[in-house]
């Protein structure tokens, strides 16, 4: 490494002892750098319209995604994706035996035969499960979700639940493969739980790094995923955008300035829109008046 580079200006001149010099260096702004363009180089488009995994994310987001808009990731949001990649990984090998496949990558048409769920989507699961339970052969799907543990510990004390994006996700695989379970194995990316909430909850016995919670194919949920996916081809087609709504996706969104902006816009015209219907209608309302006026006169 070019250790100019490294120290910049702090670089110490001859006048200087080398032991009085205090540097500091600039590694962290070169390996960050370094992060995004690692990964901007890896980027993979999408074989198809949706990917499972964001299906159930913010759907203004997609579109402006669609209409062209670059996904700006710093090296925090990637350095995430990479951790998470790892786990995956590192999990899949130790319970390798017990799967009956692992990450199969599904393209759909849909297998069940219901082309407007399934279709325009590719996404892969972690892995899949089988053996005899209660009297019947059953196959049952594994994901494996990393988490901060503000989150883990939400999820193992019940207050917080499966996020909405994870059940959509589920819901391709599960409604493609003709399944009902899936077995969703949240880790926690701290590992331990916070000294905090150790000393709120002494008496609490949980493992600090797994949580299992069991999802199964919900209807109302195939119905939604359909709704979505009718919704965002139609914005599409007539090149519009839905209503921002505050959803978490926000507070690391890319496009939040826009959006933002956009929404302020709208809701400025939406007032210009309804003020000059007010006044079209008092006018309107003072010439009825006039004229009623005028034929009594008559
Ligand atoms: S800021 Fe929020 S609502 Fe707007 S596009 Fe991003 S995630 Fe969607």
């Known amino acids: 490494m070019d250790l100019n580079k490294l120290f910049g200006e702090d670089n110490p ?3 200087k002892e080398w032991k009085e010099w205090k540097p500091r260096p600039k590694l962290v702004p070169i390996l960050e750098a370094e992060i995004v363009k690692y990964n901007e ?3 993979q488009s ?3 319209l949706f990917r499972a995994s964001e299906i159930g994310g913010c759907d203004k987001k997609f579109l402006y995604k669609f209409n062209g808009l670059t996904e700006e990731i710093d090296a925090k949001g990637y350095l995430t994706m990479n951790v998470g990649t790892a786990w995956h990984e590192l999990l899949q090998t130790y319970l390798a035996e017990h799967f009956v496949s692992l990450e199969e990558r599904l393209y759909f048409n849909d297998k069940a035969g219901d082309s407007s769920v399934c279709a325009d989507l590719s996404g892969s699961y972690d892995g899949e499960l089988t053996g005899k339970i209660v009297g019947q052969e059953k196959n049952i799907l594994l994901e494996i979700k990393t988490t901060g543990v503000s989150n883990f510990q939400r999820l193992i004390t019940g207050k917080g639940q499966l996020s909405n ?4 996700q589920n819901t391709v695989y599960l409604h493609a493969k003709g399944l009902d379970m899936t077995i969703f194995l949240m880790v926690n990316r701290n590992i331990a739980l916070t000294d905090e909430f150790m000393e709120l909850n002494p008496d609490l016995d949980v493992n ?3 949580h299992e919670i069991i999802y199964r194919k919900d ?5 939604k995923l359909r709704q979505k996916i009718t919704d965002r081809k139609l914005h599409m087609k007539l090149g519009t955008s839905p209503k ?3 959803v978490t996706e926000c507070s690391y969104c890319s496009f939040e300035a826009q959006c933002k902006a956009e929404h302020e816009q709208n809701k400025i015209l939406a007032r210009e829109a309804k003020k000059s219907e007010t006044e079209n209608k008092k006018e309107q309302e003072k010439l009825a008046k006039a004229e009623a006026k005028k034929n009594k006169n008559k």
């Open 219 to 223: 209807d109302a949920m195939v119905e």
């Open 165 to 168: 994006k994870y059940k959509f």
């Open 13 to 15: 001149n001859e006048k």
């Open 208 to 210: 600090p790094t797994f």
């Open 41 to 43: 180089a890896r980027k």
């Open 46 to 48: 999408s074989p198809t």
């Open 244 to 246: 921002r709504e505050k």
